[in-house]
């Protein structure tokens, strides 16, 4: 899609405008059914017709630009923001779950006020603004102002400086940034070797060789859409060539599964290799470029860590490490990342600046690793803040603590005693919209709007401001933090009161921006600025690099190892790793993120211990088994998986799981494995050290079920995951050149179906597709798909229509990991159609395998006959607690007990684009109809469009020489083309 916007996207993206948004965005009413935008010209509005508010995603500091898509007042989908730069349309599986966090069940709907039994009680806005205002001004009387501590998570622009001025009109110290993920050592690094503390900007696609020392970036690492995007440009083939990805880590993640290369590195190693690389570079003289001097200072740094001692350091091969060496300053353009979460432990910053000085010696510093534009997660607050602040009110010195969108009692350590310094706070006030395990120990709570409901902006780079604008009315009685900021202003003494004379933080943000319009536009009128910005979802400028260099300091830094607190016995790293769909713990009270299994186990509602089968054995460990994991700051039970991607010395646990507050979905699901860890900051940086343990295993003699959707992990010869060899891609390119025939179309017994007009179908590119789940997630919020919950799944009951196969293929020491998204193949010889006796399943004119709901019976003869098994059976009258009814798809009907479903190429989008069409008196055009999980994916790894144009995109990709179709030997005429991975050679990686 261009960047011009038609008149159809105006309308699309227009939202409420101003005058009515604003009052959608402050009421407290109760919701209506029908919300009009009457700034929108009456003809515009047409009952059964959408209309797309463009706003931003707050589901992680990643800050990707959303459209919401609205039906008569209601949310009920979003998407990417084509126009936005850092998610360019697309969007991962957390941001489409982000309309459950509009409409779950378990929100706060008033607010909240603990009374002397220790109960809840509700009161009015008006009484809880007042009541607010009135203990602040006592705390001011007292001369206590000073220690009032107010948190919220990674916040910019206009809400940000309004906290502050408030904040500070209080005689308070400004707002603290805290995020667990606040990456510490990365800033740390930056400022020791270039001056700058900030995350420069990585341009994965520019290189043509990419080395991550853990970074999981397909994950949660930084902005993980725009990099997925990103490494798709580098795997993709062009002009014969494909860049190589090698990804260094104790364990097998997503990000390492997409790797060309997977080292199994020991744990808190990364430094050393990324330090016998440099060695091996100037050794070798493979960067002559280098000035003589700072040539001199890094040999004498790095000197002692040749690679033949770096490689018994780390457990990688020493003839590897001279390879990687090599390849990662002969290639034309490297980048190297550093540790990720899960491996920064106590030399997390060292291992940084290691990775640093392999981009400097490489030549990568203003190309692939630019210091601009830069991340605003420089303004985070320290793990080692929070610990002053934890200090101060164990001391008493915190009068008030007032808490948005964080959750301390579940995100940091037991034993960094925030709830005992808790109690010994005379007013804890939170904002948070969900029960929480920190909002749960609150005295006060005002509940916030949801992102979807509310004014404001965000900046995750500098030079990209998105907008937030409310996409409905509030769902329940709640209200914008900076309208309770501004009440409450009006409500303390005069010169406060006359400091903030906004009547609503609407009206803030605009005066905020037209400061921004004078400065960036000062020739236009504010109104129009205004509305393109709504219309666009936000500005974006691009910011120049600025130069850096290598300080003297740098070269008086020391490496050390990463200690590990370890317990008598034998005992094995702890390895915590964020969730991809739970993220922090955030997410999962989402209950698709819940039912979507995990890529690599497919394991679903829990969390658990992974452990090598050799070490399972040893132990007498089987799957499922119910251990007890202890470290010296604490020990906890969780249901073993025997992982076999994992380093035998090394057990993980992923992160996200173990609320014992958060609403009904997050509640006793799993365990929190953060309480495991050390309260300790790292010495450089402050950070929180997530590789900071050892721990001892011990059966306990009970068993806990884990529930995975894997069937087999093996393809045993069925070829369903394909791959093909550079060289051989490259073969088959000069056969199709030269006319040479390559494969023999069979004979069919019946003739094919006809499809005078159009016959739909998908192109999914294997070499694209990361594994990561979110077409999965917004099939099903696009239709109507039911959540089961954990007992049906593990009864094999699950809705989605949508799968990704995972294949372990390959050695155990050098995994190949195949992703293949498996769904209804459409086919035109379908075993499904003949099989159902009353016709409910039949062949569209269109190349469709239609399913009649109404005239189904329920004998699931089409699912027996399926060999793709993507067919679903309602064994059940599933139904969704309210408000979560508001997020049905009005375009898909629900379908009850005793009824057969499957994917339908979402049928709904495929009609509304023809009749779009028609009105318009023109021929579909291509790439105009985009089903959900084509729209949604990071990596554009899935193409729809109509076969019988020969000019259409999947048409041409359908004819690409690494075409194949899944069981094509069944001869069941798939409308669905596959295009095979393609795989380096092993003497490439």
Same mark, same amino acid.
């Given at each position: 899609?261009?960047?011009?916007?038609s008149r159809r996207?105006?309308?699309?993206?227009?939202?409420?405008?101003?005058? =009515?948004?604003?009052?959608?965005?402050?009421?407290?009413?109760?919701?209506?059914e029908?919300?009009?935008?009457?700034?929108?010209?009456?003809?515009?509005?047409?009952?059964g017709?959408?209309?797309?508010?463009?706003?931003?995603?707050?589901e992680c500091?990643?800050?990707?630009?959303?459209?919401?898509?609205?039906r008569?007042?209601?949310?009920?989908k979003?998407?990417?923001?084509?126009?936005?730069p850092?998610?360019?349309?697309?969007?991962?599986?957390?941001?489409q779950?982000s309309?459950q966090?509009?409409?779950?069940?378990?929100?706060?709907?008033?607010?909240?006020?603990r009374? @002397?039994?220790?109960?809840?009680?509700?009161l009015?806005? *008006?009484?809880?603004e007042?009541?607010l205002?009135?203990?602040?001004?006592?705390?001011?009387?007292?001369?206590?102002?000073?220690?009032?501590?107010f948190?919220?998570?990674?916040?910019?622009?206009?809400?940000?400086?309004?906290?502050?001025?408030?904040?500070?009109?209080?005689?308070?110290?400004?707002?603290?940034?805290?995020?667990?993920?606040?990456?510490?050592?990365?800033r740390?690094?930056?400022?020791?070797?270039?001056?700058q503390?900030?995350?420069?900007?990585?341009d994965?696609?520019?290189?043509?060789?990419?080395?991550?020392?853990?970074?999981?970036?397909?994950?949660?690492?930084?902005?993980?859409?725009?990099?997925?995007?990103?490494?798709?440009?580098?795997?993709?083939?062009?002009?014969?060539? &494909?860049?190589?990805?090698?990804h260094?880590?104790?364990?097998?993640?997503l990000?390492?599964?997409n790797?060309d290369t997977?080292?199994?590195?020991?744990?808190?190693? *990364?430094?050393?290799?990324?330090?016998?690389?440099i060695?091996a570079?100037?050794?070798?003289?493979?960067?002559?470029?280098?000035?003589?001097?700072?040539?001199?200072?890094?040999?004498?740094?790095?000197?002692?860590?040749d $690679?033949?001692?770096v490689?018994?350091?780390?457990?990688?091969? #020493?003839k590897?490490?001279?390879?990687?060496?090599?390849?990662?300053?002969?290639?034309?353009?490297?980048?190297a990342?550093?540790?990720g /979460?899960?491996?920064?432990?106590r030399?997390? =910053?060292?291992?940084?600046?290691?990775?640093?000085?392999?981009?400097?010696?490489?030549?990568?510093?203003g190309?692939?690793v630019?210091?601009?534009p830069?991340?605003?997660?420089?303004?985070l607050?320290?793990?080692?803040?929070?610990?002053r602040?934890?200090?101060?009110?164990?001391?008493?010195?915190?009068?008030?603590?007032?808490?948005?969108?964080?959750?301390?009692?579940?995100?940091?350590?037991?034993?960094a005693?925030?709830r005992?310094?808790l109690? %010994?706070?005379?007013l804890?006030v939170?904002?948070s919209?969900?029960?929480?395990?920190?909002?749960?120990?609150?005295?006060?709570i005002?509940?916030?709007?949801?992102?979807?409901?509310?004014?404001?902006?965000?900046?995750?780079?500098?030079?990209?401001?998105?907008?937030?604008?409310?996409?409905?009315?509030?769902?329940?009685?709640t209200?914008?933090?900076?309208d309770?900021?501004?009440?409450?202003?009006k409500q303390l003494?005069?010169?406060?009161?006359?400091?903030?004379?906004?009547?609503?933080?609407? /009206?803030?943000l605009?005066?905020?921006?037209q400061?921004y @319009?004078?400065?960036?536009? $000062?020739a236009?009128?504010?109104?129009?600025?205004?509305m #393109?910005?709504? &219309?666009?979802?936000?500005?974006?400028?691009?910011?120049?690099?600025?130069?850096?260099?290598l $300080?003297?300091?740098v070269?008086q830094?020391?490496?050390?190892?990463?200690?590990?607190d370890?317990?008598?016995g034998?005992?094995?790293?702890?390895?915590?790793?964020?969730?991809?769909?739970?993220?922090?713990?955030?997410?999962a009270?989402?209950?698709?993120?819940?039912?979507?299994?995990?890529?690599?186990?497919?394991?679903?509602?829990?969390?658990?211990?992974?452990?090598?089968?050799?070490?399972?054995? &040893?132990?007498?460990i089987? #799957?499922?088994?119910?251990?007890?994991?202890?470290?010296?700051?604490?020990?906890? *039970?969780?249901?073993?998986?025997?992982?076999?991607?994992?380093?035998?010395?090394?057990?993980?646990?992923?992160?996200?799981?173990?609320?014992?507050?958060?609403?009904?979905?997050?509640?006793?699901?799993?365990?929190?494995p953060?309480?495991?860890?050390?309260?300790?900051?790292?010495s450089?940086?402050?950070?929180?050290?997530?590789?900071?343990?050892?721990?001892?295993l011990?059966?306990t003699?009970?068993?806990y079920?884990?529930?995975?959707?894997?069937?087999?992990?093996?393809?045993?010869?069925?070829?369903?995951?394909q791959?093909?060899?550079?060289s051989?891609v490259k073969?088959?390119?000069?056969?199709?050149?030269?006319g040479?025939?390559?494969?023999?179309? $069979? %004979?069919?017994?019946?003739p094919?179906?006809?499809?005078?007009?159009?016959?739909?179908?998908?192109?999914?590119?294997?070499?694209a597709?990361i594994?990561?789940?979110?077409?999965?997630?917004?099939?099903?919020?696009?239709?109507?798909?039911?959540?089961?919950?954990?007992?049906?799944?593990?009864?094999?009951?699950?809705?989605?229509?949508?799968?990704?196969?995972?294949?372990?293929?390959?050695?155990r020491?050098?995994?190949d990991?195949r992703?293949?998204?498996?769904l209804?193949?459409?086919?035109?010889?379908?075993?499904?159609?003949?099989?159902c006796?009353v016709?409910?399943?039949?062949?569209?004119?269109?190349?469709?395998?239609?399913?009649?709901?109404?005239?189904?019976?329920?004998?699931?003869?089409?699912?027996?006959?399926?060999?793709?098994?993507?067919?679903?059976?309602?064994?059940?009258?599933?139904t969704?607690?309210?408000?979560?009814?508001?997020?049905?798809?009005?375009?898909?009907?629900?379908?009850?007990?005793?009824i057969m479903?499957? +994917?339908?190429? +979402?049928?709904q989008?495929i009609?509304?684009?023809?009749?779009?069409?028609k009105?318009?008196g023109?021929p579909?055009?291509?790439?105009?109809?985009v089903?959900?999980?084509?729209?949604?994916?990071?990596?554009?790894?899935?193409?729809?469009?109509?076969?019988?144009?020969?000019?259409?995109?999947?048409?041409?990709?359908?004819?690409?020489?690494?075409?194949y179709?899944?069981?094509?030997?069944l001869n069941t005429?798939?409308a669905?083309?596959?295009?095979?991975?393609?795989?380096?050679?092993?003497e490439?990686t």
């Amino acid at each position: 899609m261009g960047n011009k916007i038609s008149r159809r996207y105006f309308l699309k993206v227009l939202g409420l405008g101003s005058a =009515t948004a604003t009052v959608t965005a402050c009421s407290t009413s109760p919701p209506v059914e029908k919300l009009i935008p009457y700034l929108i010209p009456a003809e515009e509005v047409i009952p059964g017709k959408s209309l797309w508010y463009a706003t931003t995603c707050r589901e992680c500091p990643a800050g990707c630009g959303l459209w919401v898509r609205t039906r008569e007042g209601r949310a009920v989908k979003v998407e990417g923001n084509p126009l936005h730069p850092v998610n360019a349309g697309r969007l991962c599986a957390r941001g489409q779950a982000s309309l459950q966090g509009l409409y779950n069940p378990d929100r706060i709907r008033q607010p909240l006020r603990r009374d @002397q039994s220790g109960n809840f009680q509700p009161l009015s806005w *008006e009484e809880a603004e007042q009541l607010l205002a009135t203990r602040l001004t006592e705390f001011r009387k007292q001369g206590k102002a000073s220690g009032i501590v107010f948190l919220t998570p990674l916040i910019t622009g206009s809400l940000a400086r309004l906290l502050d001025d408030w904040l500070g009109a209080l005689g308070a110290p400004p707002h603290l940034a805290y995020e667990p993920f606040a990456y510490e050592p990365l800033r740390t690094a930056n400022r020791l070797c270039f001056g700058q503390e900030t995350i420069p900007m990585y341009d994965i696609a520019a290189a043509d060789f990419l080395l991550s020392f853990g970074a999981e970036f397909l994950e949660t690492w930084l902005s993980p859409v725009a990099y997925a995007r990103a490494l798709a440009t580098l795997h993709g083939y062009r002009e014969g060539q &494909r860049g190589t990805f090698i990804h260094i880590a104790p364990r097998l993640s997503l990000t390492a599964a997409n790797a060309d290369t997977w080292i199994p590195i020991q744990a808190g190693s *990364e430094l050393f290799l990324a330090l016998g690389m440099i060695h091996a570079i100037l050794s070798e003289e493979l960067n002559p470029t280098l000035p003589p001097a700072e040539r001199k200072a890094l040999w004498a740094l790095v000197k002692p860590y040749d $690679p033949k001692t770096v490689a018994a350091r780390t457990g990688v091969p #020493e003839k590897q490490i001279l390879w990687l060496a090599r390849r990662f300053v002969q290639v034309e353009a490297s980048l190297a990342l550093g540790v990720g /979460t899960a491996a920064s432990g106590r030399n997390a =910053t060292l291992a940084e600046v290691a990775v640093n000085l392999l981009n400097y010696v490489a030549g990568n510093i203003g190309k692939t690793v630019r210091f601009g534009p830069t991340s605003t997660l420089d303004r985070l607050a320290t793990y080692q803040e929070i610990r002053r602040v934890v200090t101060s009110m164990q001391q008493g010195d915190v009068p008030a603590l007032l808490l948005a969108g964080v959750n301390p009692l579940f995100t940091l350590p037991e034993k960094a005693g925030f709830r005992s310094a808790l109690e %010994k706070v005379p007013l804890v006030v939170s904002f948070s919209s969900y029960m929480d395990e920190t909002t749960a120990e609150a005295d006060l709570i005002l509940p916030d709007h949801t992102p979807l409901e509310r004014w404001g902006d965000y900046s995750p780079w500098s030079g990209v401001t998105g907008l937030l604008q409310p996409a409905m009315q509030p769902v329940f009685q709640t209200k914008a933090l900076g309208d309770v900021v501004l009440s409450v202003a009006k409500q303390l003494e005069t010169p406060i009161a006359q400091a903030f004379p906004w009547p609503n933080f609407y /009206t803030y943000l605009r005066e905020r921006w037209q400061e921004y @319009q004078q400065q960036a536009a $000062p020739a236009e009128e504010f109104d129009a600025f205004w509305m #393109e910005t709504l &219309r666009q979802g936000g500005r974006w400028e691009s910011r120049a690099a600025s130069p850096v260099s290598l $300080p003297k300091e740098v070269f008086q830094l020391s490496f050390t190892e990463a200690p590990l607190d370890t317990p008598e016995g034998q005992t094995f790293a702890l390895y915590l790793y964020p969730s991809l769909y739970h993220y922090d713990g955030r997410g999962a009270n989402r209950p698709w993120l819940q039912e979507v299994p995990d890529p690599l186990t497919q394991i679903v509602w829990d969390n658990w211990l992974e452990i090598h089968p050799e070490t399972a054995r &040893r132990l007498g460990i089987s #799957e499922g088994d119910l251990v007890e994991v202890a470290s010296p700051h604490g020990r906890l *039970e969780l249901p073993a998986h025997l992982y076999a991607w994992i380093r035998p010395d090394v057990v993980a646990v992923p992160l996200g799981q173990g609320h014992t507050r958060f609403g009904r979905y997050a509640e006793g699901r799993g365990t929190n494995p953060i309480h495991l860890l050390s309260p300790e900051p790292e010495s450089l940086s402050g950070g929180f050290p997530w590789l900071a343990v050892r721990v001892t295993l011990a059966k306990t003699g009970k068993h806990y079920p884990l529930v995975s959707v894997a069937g087999a992990s093996q393809q045993f010869g069925r070829e369903i995951a394909q791959v093909i060899p550079l060289s051989a891609v490259k073969g088959l390119e000069a056969g199709e050149k030269t006319g040479e025939k390559r494969e023999e179309v $069979p %004979k069919q017994l019946y003739p094919p179906h006809a499809h005078p007009q159009h016959r739909w179908g998908m192109v999914i590119d294997l070499n694209a597709c990361i594994g990561c789940s979110a077409c999965v997630v917004a099939c099903y919020a696009e239709n109507n798909l039911a959540v089961v919950g954990k007992e049906r799944v593990a009864q094999g009951r699950e809705m989605s229509w949508i799968r990704i196969e995972r294949y372990f293929e390959g050695e155990r020491e050098t995994p190949d990991t195949r992703f293949l998204p498996m769904l209804c193949q459409q086919c035109d010889a379908a075993p499904c159609e003949p099989v159902c006796p009353v016709y409910a399943t039949y062949h569209t004119p269109e190349g469709l395998n239609a399913q009649i709901y109404n005239r189904c019976i329920g004998v699931r003869y089409c699912s027996n006959n399926c060999p793709y098994k993507v067919r679903r059976f309602n064994w059940f009258q599933y139904t969704w607690p309210e408000p979560l009814p508001w997020q049905l798809n009005p375009d898909v009907t629900v379908r009850e007990v005793g009824i057969m479903e499957k +994917c339908t190429f +979402c049928i709904q989008r495929i009609r509304e684009g023809k009749e779009q069409a028609k009105d318009e008196g023109r021929p579909v055009r291509d790439g105009e109809i985009v089903p959900a999980c084509a729209q949604t994916c990071p990596t554009q790894a899935i193409v729809f469009g109509d076969l019988k144009d020969p000019e259409s995109r999947v048409a041409r990709l359908a004819q690409d020489p690494r075409r194949y179709r899944v069981l094509e030997q069944l001869n069941t005429q798939p409308a669905i083309t596959y295009l095979k991975k393609i795989i380096h050679q092993p003497e490439q990686t």
